[in-house]
């Protein structure tokens, strides 16, 4: 009973990510050719046909670099790889200074204010109604003691952490499938434009994934068998939660992925799997609880760093007019009242009433999923938003070239998940296929905007080299030797 539960489970998973899969291809795909009708005054089968053509030509290349890549020995690919990484990032955030906007420019104000022991920047609405933004402020504030006011060293910060990132989405499709699958992997994620463009934008995301992916790293590589994993997971989802608050979205998946573990048979299996799973959630609190006493001790913040306004981004995600994106209306609707009890209660109307008609939350639903995974990226904007005027041409061919890059990365998972269909996908690999359902599931109900796809990309880099690895054994463009490896 407990195999045909676990067989279905993956039956399951499989058919709804390849579902979410199949309509970001196809949201993608409408973007992009829309994109080149609009700015090279293509026809629509012009633009059908030239959008198939560069993904043919994409494929071949990275067909061509993997035939050429698996021959290197693996420290010096690893050297290329790091040195790749590091160089790109670098350039970028020495060639483009990008002003901080928006919650970057209040938090970095906060930083200077931590800083100068000025509090009146912190003693505002802004982290009042969003204590946990807190934790990634005083990292800024940390830093800027160490190195001085300026934005640069956040920012090569944030290049350290791209690559530890790269390093992470290598070591772990290596440790999945095989050093082919590592290798493209890693190679996809060094040159996908997000997360080279963002490096310059002071935003809280870099470091936060670099934590969480180094979680992933030693949950799939040691398990439930290590006798002390359990304390560095919990004390890194805690770190990486307090920079950016995804840890009870990544504690359910690693929930998930433990109750695969669980299923297997043995009482002493069993129980040492609720022990660590138990454990993991105990550190992840108590550092949690440790980090939040202390802001409130040296006078930071008199709240946790917590979200004091947990039902404001639900409030923007059943938004009908703005398809579930931000809305100024809203936010100077729910301003009007005190944060707290009487907030919460216009906001639990205003969801209310935009999900009375079924048929309007469905439309707005489809909307969404197209908004956040088919248009283009906004990661460009956000980088180079500031050189608008004299950065035309650059811009529309990153936008172009990012949706084309996520159309192959989309391919890969697509091929995977069919070519796997009839095996048994082990719990290691389900866990990413559970981590980018849930990321999908969860933004069909809160906000959406394309900068929090970033979270995800490496994700996506991961369960896609997997597919273009089980292509070239399907095609036979591996030896045997190599196809065992897999």
Known sequence: MVNGLNKGLHKLLIIMTLSFFGLMFYFSWRTEQQYIEEQLRFSNLGAFALVLFLLIILGALLFSLSYYIRKLKSRTFLFLLIFVAFSVRLVWILTINTPPATDFRAMYHGAVGILYGDWASIQREYFYSWPYQLGFTAYESFLLSL??????????????????????????????????????????????????????VLTNQYISIFFFYWTFYLLLKNGINHKWNWIFIGILLALGDIMRPLGAFILLAVSCYM?????????????????????????????????????????????????????????????????????????????????????????????????????????????????????????????????????????????????MMFLLLLFGGIAYLFLSFRAEIDKKKAFFLILILGYVLVHLLVEVQTKYRFFINPALAIIASLGFVTLFCHTKLLSDRERKEG
């Open 147 to 200: 190195f001085g006011e300026g934005t640069f060293s956040i920012k090569f910060l944030n290049v350290l952490y791209g690559v530890g990132t790269v390093f992470f989405t290598y070591k772990i499709a290596s440790l999945l499938f095989n050093e082919l699958a590592g290798r493209i992997a890693g190679i996809f994620y060094t040159f996908y434009i997000p997360a080279i463009v963002m490096t310059s």
């Open 259 to 403: 109750f695969l573990a669980f299923l297997k048979k043995g009482r002493i299996h069993k129980g040492r799997v609720v022990k660590k799973l138990i454990g993991i959630f105990t550190v992840f609190y108590f550092v949690h609880y440790l980090i939040s006493a202390s802001f409130i001790v040296w006078g930071i913040t008199e709240y946790p760093l917590s979200n004091r306004n947990p039902l404001w981004k639900f409030v923007l995600g059943f938004n009908h007019e703005t398809e579930g994106q931000y809305s100024v209306e809203d936010a100077e609707y729910v301003a009007r009242y005190p944060l707290g009890t009487e907030r919460n209660g216009v906001e639990k109307e205003l969801i209310k009433e935009r999900l009375e008609d079924k048929s309007e939350v469905a439309v707005l639903l489809w909307k969404k999923f197209n908004n956040m995974w088919g248009i283009r990226d906004e990661s460009i904007f956000w980088s180079m938003g500031h050189q608008k005027e004299s950065a035309q041409d650059i811009h529309k061919v990153l936008y172009a070239s990012e949706r």
